[in-house]
């Protein structure tokens, strides 16, 4: 599986080296009329910065929501006690993924 994966991503990102887009991104580039790349590679950095924001997020909301569960299962009688920690935790990280928003707003503005 793990073999069939790494050869997958080998030839997709053969195909992304070949492709005659970047050859055009070079002309541009060196015609000297480098805002377009520079536009789209900023707004390439916003969207995945948002989206690895999110991914990380969810990881760590899941992951922590999933422990708080396991251990209000093992000692119900400890879950006041845990769940103030799990919200105020569970804030902090929605803040972390809200501000990597913001930084991709403003950098879409830039474009």
Do not use: H
Not at 59 to 66: D, E, K, V
Not at 86 to 104: K, P
């Amino acid at each position: 599986m793990v073999r069939r994966l790494g050869t997958v991503l080998t030839m997709a990102s053969m195909a992304i080296l070949a492709s005659p887009l970047l050859a055009m991104a070079a002309d541009d580039v060196a015609a000297g009329n480098g805002a377009p790349l520079r536009a789209g590679l900023i707004a390439l950095a916003a969207n995945l910065g948002v989206g690895i924001a999110a991914f990380g997020s969810a990881l760590g909301q899941g992951r922590m929501a999933a422990s708080a569960m396991e251990s209000i299962g093992r000692n119900p009688n400890a879950a006041g006690q845990i769940f103030t920690p799990m919200l105020l935790g569970l804030a902090f990280i929605e803040a972390l993924t809200l501000y990597a928003l913001v930084i991709g707003f403003l950098l879409q503005a830039k474009i």
